[in-house]
């Protein structure tokens, strides 16, 4: 036997909710209680979100919210969090990543409206869990600028990071974005996640040459999550490296400061540096 959900009774406030970003069985529990609940919803797109609505129950009414909606419906919105529970969508997943919901967030806060979030899918975070490339430390960058000059120039202020790189983009620029990560990144392990949780769902791993040489003529359909691993380690200094750069500090500076400033430079353990250092004193 099962029960109609009991409705949720909201507090007033601004309520974060994500929602599917293809298939609506991830749905989450509490995501479609405050769908069902709340005194209003402010979606990205009211058509999208009313097929969302009719799959679980919800019958609440809604308005369109953008960032670019002008201040005066943001402030229509505001005035109704104070006695009323306001949701906000997007079309799908987080709102806020790469979608409306800053400029409502930063206001109803600054306003000290209460600021409630429902999490649940992300296209970011559910592909880094399909690209096999480390986790521990990463950067979502949003979609790469289209205009080739302003593209490279995001991809090198990226270049140096030692993190894993996360970009969203369409089936098609995908070959021209990769292309040009990897003309600023170098041949780094990388992967495409495309239609996550939707029937063509697919995730094809290899180096960025590898994947702009596989996309350049052939451009997917559907959406896509780009995953690059960080930079390979920069490899030791050679011992002639080495010589050299301590042999310019010792004649300019103390021992101590050549060894420091030449293990910083070159990114080598100062206790191999000094010692070094000890023998090419030793011999001069
Ligand atoms: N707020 C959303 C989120 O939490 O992921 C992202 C919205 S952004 C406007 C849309 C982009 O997200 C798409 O162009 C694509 O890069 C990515 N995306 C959304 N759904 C996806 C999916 N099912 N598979 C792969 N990428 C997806």
Not at 141 to 160: C, N, Q, R, S, Y
Not at 214 to 237: H, L, N, S, T
Request: net charge negative; aromatic share 4%.
């Amino acid at each position: 036997m099962s029960m109609a959900p009991l409705p949720l009774d909201l507090e007033p406030g601004l309520y974060i909710v994500a929602t599917p970003i293809g298939n609506l069985g991830d749905i989450t529990l509490r995501a479609a209680d405050v769908l069902r609940a709340a005194g209003l919803i402010a979606a990205e797109d009211t058509r999208v979100t009313a097929k969302l609505l009719a799959r679980i129950g919800s019958d609440r009414p809604m308005v369109p919210y953008h960032d670019h909606s002008d201040s005066r419906a943001r402030a229509r919105l505001l005035e109704r969090m104070r006695n009323d529970s306001v949701a906000l969508v997007s079309d799908a997943g987080t709102p806020l990543i790469s979608d409306p919901g800053f400029k409502l967030v930063r206001e109803a806060r600054a306003q000290h409206i209460p600021v409630t979030t429902i999490p649940g899918p992300c296209a970011a975070i559910a592909a880094l869990t399909l690209a096999a490339l480390p986790t521990d430390r990463f950067l979502f960058a949003g979609f790469v600028p289209a205009k080739a000059k302003a593209a490279a120039d995001t991809i090198a202020e990226l270049a140096g990071l030692d993190a894993t790189l996360v970009f969203y983009e369409s089936g098609s620029r995908l070959g021209r974005t990769l292309a040009a990560l990897k003309a600023g990144l170098g041949d780094r392990p990388a992967a495409v996640a495309r239609e996550i949780t939707k029937a063509f769902e697919e995730t094809v791993t290899g180096t960025l040459g590898d994947l702009a040489a596989r996309y350049a003529d052939a451009p997917p359909k559907g959406e896509i999550v780009i995953v690059v691993g960080p930079p390979e380690p920069a490899a030791p200094a050679d011992a002639e490296t080495l010589d050299a750069a301590l042999a310019a500090a010792m004649d300019a500076q103390p021992l101590k400061t050549a060894v420091a400033e030449v293990s910083a430079a070159l990114g080598l353990p100062r206790k191999q540096v000094y010692a070094r250092a000890l023998e090419l004193r030793g011999a001069q």
